[in-house]
Nanobody, 124 residues
Framework: QVQLVESGGGLVQAGGSLRLSCAAS????????MAWFRQAPGKERDFVAV????????LYADSVKGRFTISRDNAPNTVYLQMNSLKPEDTAVYYC?????????????????WGQGTQVTVSS
């Protein structure tokens, strides 16, 4: 089993920055890919970014490319999402997810483990 706990969400003005963290426990963190998804009210959960177990491969949604950066530290088992130049349309609950197969992909169903989410609200 893998347990994921997100933190770092909050309220920020447009143009501001936030850094989300996801702390993992359970099975060996360094063996799996980690991703961030987000879900706005009334909308589907969308892919944001993913990073491979080694940190050498990343993939971003077009909507966040150039503004968000995903990174990881395998000791202490944490993945980060640095979000800059935030826009009101970035407002959502952000979820951390893990894939034990280390697949760097956008598809939601690939990820077997999920955190509870952290709210990000960007005011205009």
């Amino acid at each position: 089993q893998v347990q994921l706990v997100e933190s770092g969400g909050g309220l920020v003005q447009a143009g501001g920055s936030l850094r989300l963290s996801c702390a993992a426990s359970g099975r060996a963190f360094s063996n799996y890919a980690m991703a961030w998804f987000r879900q706005a009210p009334g909308k589907e959960r969308d892919f944001v970014a993913v990073i491979s177990w080694s940190g050498t491969r990343t993939l971003y949604a077009d909507s966040v490319k150039g503004r968000f950066t995903i990174s990881r530290d395998n000791a202490p088992n944490t993945v980060y999402l640095q979000m800059n130049s935030l826009k009101p349309e970035d407002t959502a609950v952000y979820y951390c997810a893990a894939d034990l197969g280390n697949r760097v992909v956008r598809t939601l169903y690939t990820y077997a483990y999920w955190g509870q989410g952290t709210q990000v609200t960007v005011s205009s």
